[in-house]
């Protein structure tokens, strides 16, 4: 269970719009949310692990599904994945995935040269349309501030040791525009159709922290 993350509920994450307010203020919807919490907890109407179970599964199933279609469709279709490059807003809402917090997106491929990595350094800008809820360590300053600085000890620290000569580029997401890593499509793939190949795609590969999970995975 990931613990519950002191300066933003998931919950009230919902109305977040980008204010860059020191990370244990909570802002104010974020305080009516619990508030609302505790009385509910209090009241014995909610469990507060019944809750925590719910936005993890957001965070790990639900959310990242619609963002691994996207990436097992760019993986099957040459010209999907071309529209993904030049336009990915309009090409991830042709899926039918669009609104708040998924706007304004670009899609980053990792190629063998080149490792890309997402983070949002003033706050937790995360493409919400794709990838549903942040996950804790996201939000958290650690990561935030040590992305920029040593992603490649970051990645270490998630299990990824990357070819020393694999470039990482790191993109900082903002309000306007937000990153969805295409993760490099695994070997032993060939003639999958898009189902079998969403399966590869974990959550964090498309944030950068990890690769696409191998084919005998599946
Ligand atoms: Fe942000």
């Not at 919490?37 to 599964?57: N, Q, R």
């Not at 963002?67 to 030049?86: F, I, P, Q, S, T």
Request: hydrophobic share 40%; net charge negative; with cysteine.
């Amino acid at each position: 269970m990931l613990p519950r993350d002191p300066g933003q509920t998931n919950l009230a994450g919902m109305s977040h719009d980008h204010h860059h307010d020191h990370d244990n203020d909570l802002d104010p919807m974020a305080a009516r949310v619990r508030a609302l919490e505790t009385i509910l907890t209090e009241k014995g109407l909610i469990d507060p692990a019944a809750i925590d179970a719910i936005v993890e599964t957001y965070e790990t199933k639900v959310g990242p599904r619609n963002g691994a279609r996207v990436v097992a469709k760019a993986w099957a279709d040459a010209d999907y994945a071309d529209w993904l490059r030049r336009d990915a807003t309009a090409a991830i809402a042709s899926l039918g995935f669009s609104g708040r917090q998924g706007e304004h997106m670009q899609a980053v491929f990792n190629t063998p040269d080149t490792h890309n990595l997402v983070v949002c350094t003033l706050c937790s800008c995360y493409p919400w349309s794709v990838l549903g809820l942040p996950p804790v360590w996201y939000k958290a300053p650690p990561y935030r501030s040590r992305a920029v600085i040593d992603p490649r000890g970051v990645l270490e620290e998630f299990g990824l040791t990357l070819p020393p000569d694999t470039k990482i580029r790191v993109w900082d997401s903002t309000a306007e525009l937000r990153y969805l890593v295409v993760p490099m499509r695994p070997e032993g793939t060939e003639g999958w159709d898009e189902t079998r190949l969403a399966e590869l795609v974990s959550r964090d590969s498309m944030i950068g922290t990890a690769l696409a999970r191998q084919a005998e995975a599946a």
